[in-house]
Nanobody, 113 residues
Framework: VQLQASGGGLVQPGGSLRLSCAVF????????IEWFRQAPGKEREVVSC????????YYAEPVKGRFTISRDRAKNTLYLQMNSLKSEDTAVYYC???????RGQGTLVTVSS
């Protein structure tokens, strides 16, 4: 099992980024998957997750209306589209299979002018 997160970078406030999480070793549809972030000095925060089968999504209040989680079944890849980024979104972002120890290596998002 492997999750490979990518797509982070430096972006100005108000900008956009799309994170990708390529999954190997299991089928995305069969598990709930989440994006969480870890900023220096702050606790880990789940920003979004998508449920198995139906794909019901959840968003944390700070990102609601700005972030969108989606899945590409053909590519077995999870995405997080992040719009209207703010400085407080700066963090390392991870994708993970919920209720497991499987997670990606993290990708750094820096929002700064």
């Amino acid at each position: 099992v492997q999750l490979q997160a990518s797509g982070g970078g430096l972006v100005q406030p108000g900008g956009s980024l799309r994170l990708s999480c390529a999954v190997f070793g299991f089928t995305l549809d069969y598990y709930a998957i989440e994006w969480f972030r870890q900023a220096p000095g702050k606790e880990r925060e789940v920003v979004s997750c998508v449920g198995k089968y139906t794909g019901d999504s959840y968003y944390a209040e700070p990102v609601k209306g700005r972030f969108t989680i989606s899945r590409d079944r053909a590519k077995n890849t999870l995405y997080l589209q992040m719009n209207s980024l703010k400085s407080e979104d700066t963090a390392v972002y991870y994708c993970a299979r919920r209720r497991s120890d499987y997670r990606g290596q993290g990708t750094l998002v820096t929002v700064s002018s």
